[in-house]
T-cell receptor
Framework: QQQVKQSPQSLIVQKGGISIINCAYENTAFDYFPWYQQFPGKGPALLIAIRPDVSEKKEGRFTISFNKSAKQFSLHIMDSQPGDSATYFCAARPGGGATNKLIFGTGTLLAVQP | KAGVTQTPRYLIKTRGQQVTLSCSPISGHRSVSWYQQTPGQGLQFLFEYFSETQRNKGNFPGRFSGRQFSNSRSEMNVSTLELGDSALYLC?????????????FGEGSRLTVL
């Protein structure tokens, strides 16, 4: 129940295309859903985040779609660029207290071809 | 503003030894979390400290321990190292007191156990 399932494991997209990464969870107590981007040799960095009372959040070319009833959320990268090539992790915060603990998905390696 | 600093960046140990990793959070951040990143298991939560108190702990054996000092700097220790402890150990700091704040990750300490 404390898992976050992420797919696909890897993704190849042409420049200008849309990249879509999906995540699913079981624990309805999760109360915060961030996406992190990680480049080789670097630590993950927050990309965008959403709370379960919102169905969509957009920041520039990045959009999170959240389906509370299906317990799924996804990251859409519009107009994908070679500079977006990185590993993307979805995550969820277990609710019920003051904590920054996050449960991470297994990651998606995105390659954007020029 | 300086980011999260982790030392050492790379280290090699042999089985049975112990290791101490250090993390200096962003100035003003009182929450420090530690994560283990491996290709097989992804990012797994180790523990979280806030104002020198352990606020949360992941499912790791007692060989893994940590502490936080009054200046918010944190250390984690792994005793009796095993081959499976080879991983990238990431430290993250946050300014949020109640949780669900942005985590700022360091570049990690890469531990190799021979």
């Amino acid at each position: 129940q404390q898992q976050v399932k992420q797919s696909p494991q890897s993704l190849i997209v042409q420049k200008g295309g849309i990249s879509i990464i999906n995540c699913a969870y079981e624990n309805t107590a999760f109360d915060y859903f961030p996406w992190y981007q990680q480049f080789p040799g670097k630590g993950p960095a927050l990309l965008i985040a959403i709370r379960p009372d919102v169905s969509e959040k957009k920041e520039g070319r990045f959009t999170i779609s959240f389906n509370k009833s299906a317990k799924q959320f996804s990251l859409h990268i519009m107009d994908s660029q070679p500079g977006d090539s990185a590993t993307y992790f979805c995550a969820a915060r277990p609710g019920g207290g003051a904590t920054n603990k996050l449960i991470f998905g297994t990651g998606t390696l995105l390659a954007v071809q020029p | 503003k300086a980011g999260v600093t982790q030392t050492p960046r790379y280290l090699i140990k042999t089985r049975g030894q112990q290791v101490t990793l250090s993390c200096s959070p962003i100035s003003g951040h009182r929450s420090v979390s530690w994560y283990q990143q491996t290709p097989g298991q992804g990012l797994q939560f180790l523990f979280e400290y806030f104002s020198e108190t352990q606020r949360n702990k992941g499912n790791f054996p007692g060989r893994f321990s940590g502490r936080q000092f009054s200046n918010s700097r944190s250390e984690m220790n792994v005793s009796t190292l095993e081959l499976g402890d080879s991983a990238l150990y990431l430290c993250a700091s946050s300014s949020g007191t109640s949780g669900a704040g942005e985590l700022f990750f360091g570049e990690g300490s890469r531990l190799t156990v021979l």
